[in-house]
């Protein structure tokens, strides 16, 4: 219990401090114009209140990743608190902050964008399919996993399929109407249906006196599975995830100020963390070890765990509202996810978005390649995107990286935590079956000298683009309206 607390009370004191660090750094420039205002089109860029900003990016970036993660994760025991305090507050949150501060310097760009000025233009090409790929991949799992748990929770009376098409149809209208339609009006309420649960959670665990493991290096997995790399990619959107910089943007084209960032973007990073040690904390506590949580898990997925975990908790009904605030959280990514995707493909094409018709013919044949893809299995794909959600991270930190070169600034705090995950990225691709399947030693060769190497290539032309001054931001002056 000591451990589980002192983290929930870390991850809040990292938010006031390193984040008020890490703002500092940055540089805020309160008098700004942002995206919004410059750019309102009615579509993508509306202005809307720091609050509701805050809960939509929470639910944007959220998904399944802070609860099914953390569960899995929990086989490994309570050495999964120490990346989800550690990831969160020194690289999840970074990544999230800069992602969205520089998404807002350089009128509200997605990552591909970002990726081709401060990393070449041949990363443009490299990450637009990346992303679009990642995206396509979170929305095809995001719905998947909403339908399941409310399969289960309606006991079966309604059929999968049906449950499947209505998230779609639901998915359709959320990526073409206006972001201020459905996203800005039901957001908040999901919002606060997400906090109630995690947090009705959170205090049955204290009150309860929940026996939740203090902290240990030891390895809980009887296949011995190693904690190293695979803990940073059975955890990733609650200590760290690329997905978050595909998600980042539609909110730095809603932001009003540029000093509400750090509570928007940073802030709820921490928030998704603490979502993650509740629910890590409940899956370790309350299954009789290992071999319980483990049985349940092969029995009914992270859903049974969640199901079970909320009427232990919160009763009948408190457990109903709590798998409900869950439910949430995917349908809620899985929108934005799709959305993104829209947004990433007009803005690598340069097609406006204010014309319905222009938003139709690019959504359309995302959605068909999504429900191609419900056809395989989840397993599988939930691998592909854990590895191509830290590789998406890696890029956008080492953005992030470059940025704060260019302008002088301290570039480390986003270059240590994007060369460590670099190293993880190419060593799991290295030895996972989804890869190549080389000898561990050797895949940890081949990540640190990948690595490096790459690391060598970053500082060649960061000192290149220095020399150049490539310039950071657009000026507001020479922003065109989007027609």
Known sequence: MYTFLAGIA??????????????????????????AYVNNDGVDYVPMSTSKNSLIQLLNIAGTGPVFGPIMGALYGPVAFIWIVVGCIFAGAVHDYLTGMISIRNKGAHLPELASKFLGKVMKHVVNAFAVLLLLLVGTVFVSTPAA??????????????????????????????????IGRLYPYFGALLVISAVGVGIGLVATGAPIPELSFQNFHPANAPIFPLIFFTITCGALSGFHATQTPIISRTT?????????????????????????????????????????????????????????MM???????????????PITSGDTAFRSARMIIAEYLNIAQKKFSSRLWI??????????????DF?????????????????????GAMYLYIARKNYWISLVPGSFMLVMVITYILNAQIGFGLPMNVAWIGGFVGAAVLIALFFRAAAKARANNLPLEVDVSDWNQVA
């Open 10 to 35: 870390l991850l809040v004191i990292g938010y006031f401090t390193y984040g008020k660090f890490v703002e500092k750094i940055f540089g805020v420039k309160e008098e700004r114009a942002t995206p």
């Open 149 to 182: 748990l409310l399969n289960v929770l309606m006991n079966g009376k309604i059929a999968l399929g049906i449950i499947i098409a209505a998230i779609f149809l639901y998915y359709i209208l959320a990526t073409l109407l206006p972001v201020d339609k459905i």
């Open 256 to 312: 009003q100020k540029e000093a509400q960032g750090r509570k928007i973007f940073y802030g709820m990073m921490i928030a998704e963390g603490i979502i993650a040690m509740i629910w890590a904390a409940a899956a370790m506590s309350l299954f009789d070890g290992y071999n319980g949580l483990n049985d349940l898990l092969a029995a009914g997925g992270p859903g049974a765990i969640v199901s079970a975990v909320s009427t232990k």
């Open 315 to 329: 009763g009948a009904i408190g457990g109903t509202l709590a798998v409900l605030g869950v439910v949430v959280l």
């Open 363 to 376: 959504a359309i044949p995302l959605f068909a390649i999504s429900v191609v893809l419900t056809q395989i």
């Open 379 to 399: 397993n599988i794909l939930w691998r592909y995107f854990s590895w191509a959600n830290q590789a998406t991270a890696v890029i956008a930190l080492f953005v």
